[in-house]
């Protein structure tokens, strides 16, 4: 009875990830494809290689789990050991890159703007929530001692020399995050084409000016002037973090993003100044000497650049600020981090009578004012029924996960966290 039990949860665990997970994204980009007017992305042979290689990472992946693991690669059945071998010598979690891979690849392939730009991004955030939030921990717990640094992990967080694979790691994650971006921008661009839609086109006869290829040397060389591991650390998360908001701000504000978009006549990467900046910074913590050195050519770059802008002014105010929150952003977290315990443990509730009011129940009500009024300047006015309908879902559920679940007395509790979960759903399938 027991094997009968554990063989229809294997089999179950299976149809659910293997076939009902990839149906439901499927149709989830089927049926919202006419509400993306950003431009599709569309071809075969790029779609091709990149579903080749996500289902070849995939079954080579399980293949190491099941012929070092001695297991499945399933969380509620997880194999008995910890492997490092085969893939996982490169990544910690390489079935989760190779379906991220597999449905870009798809969605590709099949040109839909939904699946590229929706679906594929929000898919990869839930799988980063259940790696960070459950399989990280899980690990931990099952496996104490041990510990696996691949070869493409970011350097260590500590004071010891970088070595070559601190190095090597780095530039590719550099050209990576470079090419995806300068991707991710200018085929947002190409929305203004004819029928919206994009299709990718090589080997063009390009021709380019010098500084951008100044700029982008100046990038690739600079990993290996680095010495200790903690500061080749600090400076590729700054980076992600800059071209994170360089994508952002150019997606959300295109007048301002602008100076970020490649000519049509260059064939190089945009390498914007706030990365410059950015290891002008880092360097000044190993060497002030070599900073300053390294200040003086960032300045001659940022001068001729800006003198063949036509927009200098708007151009450095953008570059400095995106500079400003990503190389200065252990400061940042660390204020976020202080001030959100201090409100987390600043419980304070007043009693008149049978009327209870908690200060939190001020921060949580401010909080939810601004998410909606947020929701409703995005959606527009015509939506305004459909989030007055979700907002008030997601309160009941709430209240009656609080009081009838966890049974909270006297409306000690009024609101269960949970309940706003199953609020969300059904607020989202009414809506």
């Not at 301002?256 to 006549?265: L, P, V």
Request: aromatic share 16%; net charge positive; no cysteine.
């Amino acid at each position: 009875m027991k094997n009968n039990t554990l063989f229809l949860g294997k089999l179950l665990y299976a149809i659910t990830f293997l076939i009902m997970v990839p149906a439901g994204l499927w149709l989830w980009a089927i049926y919202t494809e006419e509400m993306i007017l950003l431009p599709k992305i569309e071809s075969h042979w790029v779609g091709g290689v990149l579903m080749t290689i996500g289902v070849g990472l995939i079954l080579w992946a399980m293949f190491a789990l099941k012929y070092y693991g001695k297991g499945l690669p399933m969380n509620a059945y997880p194999p008995v050991q910890f492997v490092t071998k085969g893939p996982y010598s490169l990544f910690h979690h390489p079935i989760y890159i190779g379906f991220g891979l597999l449905i870009l690849g798809v969605f590709i392939y099949k040109g839909s703007a939904s699946g590229f730009w929706m679906v594929t991004p929000l898919t990869l955030l839930a799988m980063s929530a259940l790696v960070i939030g459950y399989e990280e921990i899980d690990l931990k717990r099952r496996f104490p001692e041990s510990r696996n640094l691949t070869l493409l992990d970011f350097p260590e967080d500590n004071h010891l020399a970088a070595k070559l694979r601190d190095r090597a790691s780095s530039l590719f994650w550099i050209i990576i995050l470079l090419v995806t971006s300068n991707l991710i921008i200018n085929l947002a661009n190409a929305a203004s084409n004819a029928e919206n839609s994009f299709h990718f086109t090589f080997f063009k006869d390009q021709i380019y000016s010098s500084h951008p290829f100044l700029n982008l040397i100046f990038i690739l060389v600079f990993p290996f002037l680095i010495k200790q591991k903690e500061v080749l650390r600090e400076w590729i998360i700054s980076i992600m973090l800059a071209l994170f908001y360089m994508v952002f701000i150019t997606l959300l504000y295109p007048v301002i993003g602008a100076q970020y978009i490649q000519s049509e006549d260059s064939l190089l990467l945009t390498t914007p100044l706030f990365l410059i900046f950015i290891s002008v910074k880092a360097m000044f913590r190993q060497s002030r000497i070599t900073g300053f050195i390294l200040a003086l050519v960032a300045m001659l770059l940022v001068s001729y650049q800006m003198v063949n802008s036509l927009s200098a002014l708007p151009d450095l105010t953008v570059t400095i600020l995106i500079f400003l929150l990503s190389a200065f952003y252990k400061k940042i977290w660390k204020f976020l981090k202080n001030g959100s315990e201090k409100i987390a443990n600043s419980w304070k509730e007043w009693v008149f009578g049978k009327v209870r009011i908690i200060n939190h129940g001020f921060y949580v009500g401010f909080g939810a004012f601004l998410g909606i009024l947020l929701a409703g300047i995005l959606a527009g006015k015509e939506y305004a029924l459909a989030l007055l309908i979700f907002s008030f879902l997601v309160t009941v559920f709430s209240a009656l996960w609080a009081q009838l679940i966890e049974g909270s007395e006297k409306l000690k509790r009024p609101f269960g966290f949970y309940g706003g979960l199953v609020g969300i759903l059904f607020g989202s399938l009414t809506v």
